[in-house]
Nanobody, 123 residues
Framework: QVQLVESGGGLVQAGGSLRLSCAASGSIFSINAMGWYRQAPGKQRELVATITSGRSTIYADSVKGRATISRDNAKNTVYLQMNSLKPEDTAVYYC?????????????????WGQGTQVTVSS
């Protein structure tokens, strides 16, 4: 099984910065991709950023130039550095990984989600 533990959320003033971390553990054979999504109350979950095993990245237009996603393969950890935060960045941020697991003869690749960490940006 795979578990994700997120940290780094909290309250920050507009213009401030924070770094979110997500560490994966469990019976992981390989991690194909990692990413961050966010969901504000009453709104659809949306992509923030993703990074592949080859470190190719994708960013939402709303965070381009302000966010940087990175990963530490040795620690099975993904980070999201966000600068120049805006009130519209307020949301619950969810870590996502696409991982391959192996249990006996069973091999499966699927997405796993963290519990979410609250980010609140005050004006």
């Amino acid at each position: 099984q795979v578990q994700l533990v997120e940290s780094g959320g909290g309250l920050v003033q507009a213009g401030g910065s924070l770094r979110l971390s997500c560490a994966a553990s469990g019976s992981i054979f390989s991690i194909n991709a990692m990413g961050w999504y966010r969901q504000a109350p009453g709104k659809q979950r949306e992509l923030v950023a993703t990074i592949t095993s080859g470190r190719s990245t994708i960013y939402a237009d709303s965070v381009k130039g302000r966010a940087t996603i990175s990963r530490d393969n040795a620690k099975n950890t993904v980070y999201l550095q966000m600068n120049s935060l805006k009130p519209e960045d307020t949301a619950v941020y969810y870590c996502n990984i696409r991982a391959t697991t192996a249990q006996g003869t069973s091999v499966m690749t699927r997405d796993y989600w963290g519990q979410g960490t609250q980010v609140t940006v005050s004006s």
